[in-house]
């Protein structure tokens, strides 16, 4: 079954520091990754996916991933994290079994940056 | 483009009640997604529509649920006979089958919650 893991909870980091979320996943297949995010009572916001092609990706506000296929993970980054930055976090692959572009997501990282 | 919307973001009912839930997508795209996220879980596909046409429905949409897009604009999420287990925030996601336009990203509207009492 094809699937997305979030291994952390939560990720704190100071405001200034470099940040890390990250995500692996199972899929059959060349994946399509992307990362979403989430803040308190609203929907979900794109970020940045991967498809095909470098390996970074690059995408709002400051946030780039990096696509491993060797260790089938897809981590979310950031040289330097702000305050507004904290949020709930989401990986997502898309469900390669079905061709409606259907996503699969992880159970979210609670990012918390602290001044 | 103003976005993917969703009317009403929130609702209380009682049990045993009917709720509807709208859904206007980003006016080009042709892809309608519906999705429901519990607390402290990601989002989980109940059901797709390309244009007017339901193709997907997930096993998690039993048959009190029912969603419609006529025309192929805007959609509709009705749940008969409400329970409590469906206490949730349900979104709805669309996006463009043209790969120029951003095909593989799904846009999400800011949800409808809804608490069943």
């Known amino acids: 079954a094809q699937s997305v893991a979030q291994p952390e909870d939560q990720v704190n980091v100071a405001e200034g520091n470099p940040l890390t979320v990250k995500c692996t996943y199972s899929v059959s297949g060349n994946p399509y990754l992307f990362w979403y995010v989430q803040y308190p009572n609203r929907g979900l916001q794109f970020l940045l996916k991967?498809?095909?092609?470098?390996?970074l990706v690059k995408g709002s506000y400051g946030f780039e991933a990096e696509f491993n296929k060797s260790q089938t993970s897809f981590h979310l980054k950031k040289p330097s994290a702000l305050v507004s930055d904290s949020a709930l976090y989401f990986c997502?692959?898309?469900?390669?079994?079905?061709?409606?572009?259907?996503?699969?997501f992880g159970q979210g990282t609670t990012l918390q940056v602290k001044p | 483009d103003t976005g993917v919307s969703q009317n009403p973001r929130h609702k209380i009912t009682k049990r045993g009640q009917n709720v509807t839930f709208r859904c206007d997508p980003i006016?080009?795209?042709?892809?309608l997604y519906w999705y429901r996220q519990t607390l402290g879980q990601g989002p989980e596909f109940l059901t797709y529509?390309?244009?007017?046409?339901?193709?997907?429905k997930s096993r998690l949409l039993s048959d009190r649920f029912s969603a419609e897009r006529p025309k192929g604009s805007f959609s509709t999420l009705e749940i008969q006979r409400t329970e409590q287990g469906d206490s949730a925030m349900y979104l709805c996601?669309?996006?463009?089958?043209?790969?120029?336009?951003?095909?593989?990203?799904?846009?999400f509207g800011p949800g409808t919650r809804l608490t069943v009492t």
């Open positions: 006016s080009e795209h042709n892809r």
């Open positions: 996601a669309s996006s463009s089958s043209n790969r120029l336009a951003g095909a593989y990203e799904q846009y």
């Open positions: 997502a692959v898309r469900d390669m079994g079905s061709n409606t572009g259907k996503l699969i």
């Open positions: 529509f390309q244009n007017e046409a339901q193709l997907e």
């Open positions: 991967y498809i095909t092609g470098d390996n």
